[in-house]
């Protein structure tokens, strides 16, 4: 029990003294929107996703509006792994067909999004999960990419699937959930203009 009792206390020791060292700089920030990036591979460790979770919580109550954009990857391939579908990487980008889409949404916008969502509400933060379908956030393009074809030597169209860029963002809904001390947290997906759903790259979302 005193063993327990010792490293809390030099845990919330070493975090006052990082928030008195940070406390210049977020001050600079203060009202500042950050987008903050989550990747799929930090999320695997319970107590990576938990001080995720503090920090952004931390970031809101200091005065700084964050906005969480999150991946997924490694999960979406283990879900597709259970579900006998198969995955193909092109140019750093996964292939998207009709089924892996469906996938890609349930598992972006559904349970990664609400553990992320639940996770900060637990520190006590506020936050709101949302896609880039919620308010017409975001419209997107079909990606559109060339390679060499290595026999021929010439360039050849992609065929990516439903992987998609953003080629409008309606800010809205964010402004009206931050304006609410809220904080968003976005799963890339979004629809195009053909009324198709997209996989949008997280680091290309939060950009």
């Known amino acids: 029990m005193a063993d327990t009792y010792d490293q809390e ?5 070493f975090r006052a003294r990082l928030i008195s060292a940070a406390l210049p700089y ?10 903050v990036k989550y990747g799929g591979h930090a999320m695997g460790d319970a107590e990576l996703s938990k001080a995720f979770a503090r920090d952004i919580t931390m970031l809101e109550t200091s005065g700084v509006k964050p906005v969480v954009v999150h991946g997924g990857g490694p999960q979406i391939g283990e ?3 259970k579900l006998d579908i198969q995955s193909e990487f092109r140019g750093g980008l996964r292939v998207t067909d009709k089924r892996t889409i469906h996938v890609v949404e349930m598992v972006l916008a559904g349970s990664i999004n609400k553990e992320i969502v639940m996770a900060i509400n637990a ?5 709101v999960g949302l896609s880039g379908k919620d308010g017409n956030m975001v ?7 060339t390679e ?5 030597n010439i360039e050849k169209v992609i065929d990516l ?3 998609g ?5 309606n800010r809205a809904v964010i402004d009206m959930l931050l304006g609410a001390e809220l904080i968003p947290v976005i799963a890339p997906v979004a629809p195009g203009a053909d009324g198709e759903t997209y996989n949008v790259n997280a680091d290309t979302f939060a950009g």
Do not use: C, H, Q, W
């Open 161 to 163: 699937g439903f992987v």
């Open 79 to 81: 879900m597709l792994k």
């Open 9 to 13: 206390t030099e845990n919330a020791i």
């Open 123 to 127: 520190e006590g933060g506020k936050a």
């Open 26 to 35: 977020m001050l600079r920030y203060e009202d500042k929107v950050v987008v």
């Open 148 to 152: 060499i074809d290595p026999d021929s």
């Open 139 to 145: 419209v997107a393009e079909k990606v559109r990419r």
């Open 165 to 169: 860029e953003p080629k409008r963002v």
